[in-house]
């Protein structure tokens, strides 16, 4: 049973930082792309982190504008999502998942965590 587990998400005030954790059992997913996305209430579900296998390369979608940083950690088959000078625009619940590619589409995912609460006080 593969399984991904978010933890690190909760209630912050603007301008606050927290760190998401995303880690995996079941197998490994060295050769996977990495991501976290987001689902705010009335919006549409986003990536707005993702980094390759390799980890050579990242992207993020310009509404970050560099507040967020996404690393991996093979060897615990864990990813993270450090977020900087949060918005209450951020708050959403955040989903880390795993795919072949780097996918932007987020039904191209083959595997997905339950989601951690991400809340953002102005």
């Known amino acids: 049973q593969v399984q991904l587990v978010e933890s690190g998400g909760g209630l912050v005030q603007a301008g606050g930082s927290l760190r998401l954790s995303c880690r995996a059992s079941?197998?490994?997913?060295?050769?996977?792309?990495l991501g976290w996305s987001r689902q705010a209430p009335g919006k549409e579900r986003e990536f707005v982190a993702i980094?390759?296998?390799?980890?050579?390369?990242?992207y993020y979608i310009d509404s970050t504008e560099g507040r967020f940083t996404i690393s991996r950690d093979n060897a615990k088959t864990a990813w993270y999502l450090e977020m900087n000078n949060l918005k209450p625009e951020d708050t959403a619940v955040y989903y880390c998942?795993?795919?072949?590619?780097?996918?932007?589409?987020?039904?191209?995912?083959?595997?997905w965590g339950q989601g951690t609460q991400v809340t953002v006080s102005s």
């Open positions: 998942a795993a795919g072949a590619q780097p996918y932007t589409e987020y039904d191209r995912y083959d595997y």
């Open positions: 079941g197998r490994t997913f060295n050769n996977y792309a």
């Open positions: 980094i390759e296998s390799s980890g050579h390369s990242t």
